[in-house]
């Protein structure tokens, strides 16, 4: 008669007591590479303290910011050239996890200059 077969429906109160698990990938990025390194460091120790699966931290090629300028503001006289240069490092740390796992991962003391970026994916 019908083609369409009864789900295994949960009734009330019968819902799934398994948190979900996320697929979490946490990217780091710093000019100061000691301060990077120490909240990696930290947070790949809360997993492993936490017994999750973690991935990382994955050392992403530093990107160079290079400008080059005269030194004379006027343009005359000898060409002298200053060159500045700021480096970025990145860091990333993959994890699978449930979201209320990784809140209590997330919240050590992050050094100053280290920026977090937290990405989250269902399976």
């Known amino acids: 008669m019908s083609a369409y077969t ?67 503001p006027s343009g005359e006289g000898t060409n002298t050239w200053d060159r500045f240069e700021m480096r970025i490092h990145k860091r990333l740390i993959d994890l699978h996890a449930p979201s209320e796992v990784v809140k209590q991962i997330t919240s050590i003391s992050i050094e100053p200059g280290v920026e977090v970026d937290l990405t989250v994916n269902d399976r």
């Open 6 to 72: 009864k789900k295994d429906v949960p009734g009330p109160g019968m819902e799934d007591a398994s948190p979900v698990v996320h697929r979490i990938r946490i990217t780091l990025t710093s000019r100061n590479v000691k301060n990077l390194e120490k909240v990696c460091a930290d947070l790949k120790k809360g997993a492993l303290d936490k017994k999750l699966p973690c991935k990382g931290p994955v050392r992403l090629p530093t990107k160079k910011l290079r400008i080059t300028t005269r030194k004379a």
